[in-house]
């Protein structure tokens, strides 16, 4: 089945640093997606990306599809507190796009 | 707004037991889907509907997994038996149109143990 490789795992940053997490498919994708999820609920969409080469921000957040459409990345700038949780990336397939494909999370630890 | 409601929010049973999940999704969306997270396999889709019609259940585990959506605004999944394995959050989510490239909004989840 589809593959996603979503890295790295984990990471523990100081307050007030950057962020980089990224993602990427054996296939080619016609939609990516950033999601957050905080510890006892469910994801929520931060991002959605449509277009190869599309660069979207929300706030401190900026994400981009990437030019071979194989991945994407998200950044997160000038981190705080509660930018902690998990970051999951999704995507969809032109061969199949009934189907939302998860990566297996980021998960982001903030030192205030 | 308000978002995909799910239903309980907890739920503790022992092994055998039947359990039901509920799920009324975003008012005016299409697709309705069921996810499973767990530690070693991350979300994993179950099953989705369109416009109330089971659509692709290939994710279904197994024949003790089922789900229905008997009208647009309420959905089930059931498990009978329960057992230890099936221990996850299971989440809902739904989406006004896939073809128009609408993401998926979730609901909290359910949190099934079974015991």
């Known amino acids: 089945g589809q593959q996603l490789n979503q890295s790295p795992q984990s990471m523990f940053i100081q307050e007030g640093e950057d962020v980089s997490m990224n993602c990427t498919s054996s296939?080619?994708?016609?939609?990516w997606l950033w999601y957050k999820q905080d510890p006892g609920e469910g994801p929520v969409l931060l991002i959605a990306?449509?277009?190869?080469?599309e660069l979207t921000s929300n706030g401190r957040l900026t994400a981009q599809f990437g030019i071979t459409r194989k991945d994407s990345f998200l950044n997160i700038s000038a981190s705080i507190p509660s930018d902690v949780g998990i970051y999951f990336c999704a995507g969809q397939t032109p061969y199949n796009f009934n189907k939302f494909y998860f990566g297996s999370g980021t998960k982001l630890n903030v030192k205030p | 707004d308000a978002g995909v409601i799910q239903s309980p929010r907890h739920e503790v049973t022992e092994m055998g037991q039947e359990v039901t999940l509920r799920c009324k999704p975003i008012s005016g969306h299409d697709y309705l889907f069921w996810y499973r997270q767990t530690m070693m396999r991350g979300l994993e889709l179950l099953i989705y509907f369109n416009n109330n019609v089971p659509i692709d259940d290939s994710g279904m585990p197994e024949d003790r997994f089922s789900a229905k959506m008997p009208n647009a605004s309420f959905s089930t999944l059931k498990i009978q038996p329960s057992e230890p394995r099936d221990s996850a959050v299971y989440f809902c989510?739904?989406?006004?149109?896939?073809?128009?490239?609408?993401?998926?909004?979730f609901g909290d989840g359910t949190r099934l143990s079974i015991l």
């Open positions: 990306l449509y277009k190869a080469g």
């Open positions: 989510a739904s989406s006004y149109n896939l073809n128009r490239n609408q993401p998926q909004h």
């Open positions: 296939s080619i994708f016609n939609t």
